[in-house]
C-alpha cells in the first residue's frame, strides 16, 4: 500500500513537473509550431533597409543610401565599420546549438522583456526575415537568437555564433544614436591634393607647406624660414596618405560649457589646411585638453592631457566637441624636418 501510495505522489510530481517546465501556453511564442533557423542573408546587397528596437524602447533605422553609404535614422551618415559588420554578422552566422528544454521556458521569457529585434528588408515593405537577439550564453561564446518570417515567429531559439568566431552578436547591434555616427573628420583620394599646409601655432617645430605641382612631384616649403625645396615621392605620397581617412575618437559630450569655451578660445597647437585640385578645402584645428588642477604624469604636473586633444573641423556640425588620439593625430603634424632628410634644394 505504502509503495503504491509512492508511486502516485511521483506520478502527480511528474506530471506537475511537466507542465510547469515544458508547457509553454502562457509564453509568448507558445501558439507557434515552426521551427525557423535559416537566419543568414546570402545576398546582403540586396538589404536595403534594418530597423533596431530594444525592448527598452530605443530604435534605430539603417537606410542604405548607396552601395557603400548608408543613413542614421535619416539624418546622418553611418559608421561604414558598424554597417559592414552587421552585413558580415547577416551573412556569415551559424546556428551552434539548440537551448536546452529545461532553460527554454526562462529563455524564451527573457528574449520577450529583454532583446533586440532586428528587422531585415530588402526591396518589400515588409522585412525579409527578423531577428530577436537575446542575451549570451553562460560561456559567452554564443548568443540566444530567434527567427521570425513572414510575420511568423519561431516556436524555439537557437544558439547562434559567426562563421570561424565565437562571442556574443549583440553588441553589434546598438541603438544608441550617437554611436552610430561616422566618426570621420576627413576622407579624401591622396592623388587628388594640391596642398596641404601645417602650421604649429604653440610649440617650436617647423611649419611647413607641400605642394604637387605635378602629378607624383612635390615640393616642401618651410614657412618659418620661406625656402622651397623639392620633396621626394617617397616621402610625400606616404605622408599625403595620411589623409585618405582621418577619425576621431568620440565626441565629448560630458564637459561643462564653460571648460568647452575655454578650450576653444585658446591659441591652436595646430592649424591644417588641405586643398584639394578641386578647390574644396579641409580646414583643422586642434587645442590642448586640460586636465584637473594638480595633475602629474611621471611625478610632474602637467596642465594638459598628453595624450589627447579636441580639435574643429570646418566639415563638422557646429555644437560638437570631437576628440582625437595623440597617436594617430600626430602623424598628420609633424615638425618639417621629420618629414625625412630626402629633399634637395630647389636650384
Same mark, same amino acid.
Given at each position: 500500500m505504502k509503495n503504491l501510495i509512492g508511486l502516485i505522489i511521483l506520478i502527480l510530481i511528474g506530471v506537475a513537473t511537466y507542465f510547469l517546465v515544458f508547457n509553454d501556453g502562457d509564453l509568448p511564442f507558445a501558439s507557434s509550431t515552426a521551427d525557423f533557423k535559416d537566419f543568414a542573408i546570402e545576398d546582403t546587397a540586396s538589404v536595403s533597409k534594418i530597423f533596431l528596437s530594444h525592448s527598452s524602447g530605443r530604435t534605430i533605422l539603417l537606410t542604405r543610401a548607396s552601395a557603400s553609404?548608408?543613413?542614421? #535614422? +535619416?539624418?546622418?551618415?553611418?559608421?561604414?565599420?558598424?554597417?559592414?559588420?552587421?552585413?558580415? &554578422?547577416?551573412?556569415?552566422?551559424?546556428? @551552434?546549438?539548440?537551448?536546452?528544454?529545461?532553460?527554454?521556458? @526562462?529563455?524564451?521569457?527573457?528574449?520577450?522583456? #529583454?532583446?533586440? !529585434?532586428?528587422?531585415?528588408?530588402?526591396?518589400?515593405?515588409?522585412?525579409?526575415?527578423?531577428?530577436?537577439?537575446?542575451?549570451?550564453?553562460?560561456?559567452?561564446?554564443?548568443?540566444? &537568437?530567434?527567427?521570425?518570417?513572414?510575420? !511568423?515567429?519561431s516556436s524555439k531559439p537557437y544558439?547562434?555564433?559567426?562563421?570561424?568566431?565565437?562571442?556574443?552578436? %549583440? &553588441?553589434?547591434?546598438?541603438?544608441?544614436?550617437?554611436?552610430?555616427?561616422?566618426?570621420?573628420?576627413?576622407?579624401?583620394?591622396?592623388?587628388?591634393?594640391?596642398?596641404?599646409?601645417?602650421?604649429?601655432? @604653440?610649440?617650436t617645430a617647423v611649419s611647413f607647406k607641400i605642394k604637387q605641382y605635378e602629378l607624383g612631384k612635390f615640393r616642401v616649403t618651410n614657412l618659418d624660414e620661406n625656402q622651397t625645396q623639392?620633396?621626394?615621392?617617397?616621402?610625400?605620397?606616404?605622408?599625403?596618405?595620411?589623409?585618405? %581617412?582621418?577619425?576621431?575618437?568620440?565626441?565629448?559630450?560630458? &564637459?561643462?560649457?564653460?571648460?568647452?569655451?575655454?578650450?576653444?578660445?585658446?591659441?591652436?597647437?595646430?592649424?591644417?589646411?588641405?586643398?584639394? +585640385?578641386? #578647390?574644396?578645402?579641409?580646414?583643422?584645428?586642434?587645442?590642448?585638453?586640460?586636465?584637473?588642477?594638480?595633475?602629474?604624469? %611621471?611625478? !610632474?604636473?602637467?596642465?594638459y592631457h598628453p595624450e589627447r586633444m579636441y580639435i574643429t573641423t570646418n566639415k563638422l556640425e557646429a555644437g560638437v566637441y570631437p576628440i582625437v588620439q595623440n597617436l594617430t593625430f600626430d602623424k598628420l603634424v609633424p615638425s618639417l624636418p621629420y618629414l625625412g632628410s630626402s629633399t634637395t634644394v630647389e636650384k
Open positions: 553609404q548608408w543613413m542614421v #535614422n +535619416n539624418k546622418f551618415e553611418a559608421r561604414t565599420d558598424a554597417i559592414e559588420l552587421i552585413l558580415k &554578422t547577416f551573412s556569415d552566422i551559424k546556428v @551552434s546549438g539548440v537551448v536546452p528544454k529545461s532553460n527554454m521556458r @526562462s529563455t524564451i521569457k527573457r528574449l520577450a522583456t #529583454n532583446s533586440t !529585434k532586428v528587422e531585415i528588408y530588402t526591396d518589400g515593405s515588409k522585412p525579409d526575415k527578423t531577428w530577436y537577439i537575446g542575451a549570451p550564453t553562460a560561456s559567452r561564446l554564443g548568443t540566444i &537568437t530567434l527567427l521570425e518570417k513572414d510575420g !511568423k515567429k544558439i547562434t555564433h559567426m562563421v570561424m568566431e565565437r562571442g556574443y552578436l %549583440g &553588441t553589434r547591434f546598438f541603438v544608441d544614436e550617437t554611436l552610430w555616427k561616422d566618426r570621420i573628420i576627413m576622407r579624401c583620394e591622396p592623388k587628388e591634393i594640391k596642398n596641404v599646409e601645417v602650421r604649429h601655432m @604653440s610649440d623639392e620633396l621626394s615621392p617617397l616621402i610625400a605620397i606616404p605622408y599625403l596618405k595620411e589623409f585618405a %581617412g582621418v577619425y576621431y575618437e568620440y565626441i565629448d559630450e560630458k &564637459t561643462p560649457e564653460r571648460v568647452i569655451d575655454s578650450v576653444y578660445s585658446a591659441l591652436p597647437r595646430h592649424i591644417v589646411r588641405v586643398e584639394m +585640385n578641386d #578647390n574644396s578645402e579641409f580646414l583643422i584645428k586642434s587645442y590642448k585638453m586640460p586636465v584637473p588642477e594638480g595633475s602629474t604624469l %611621471g611625478g !610632474k604636473v602637467v596642465d
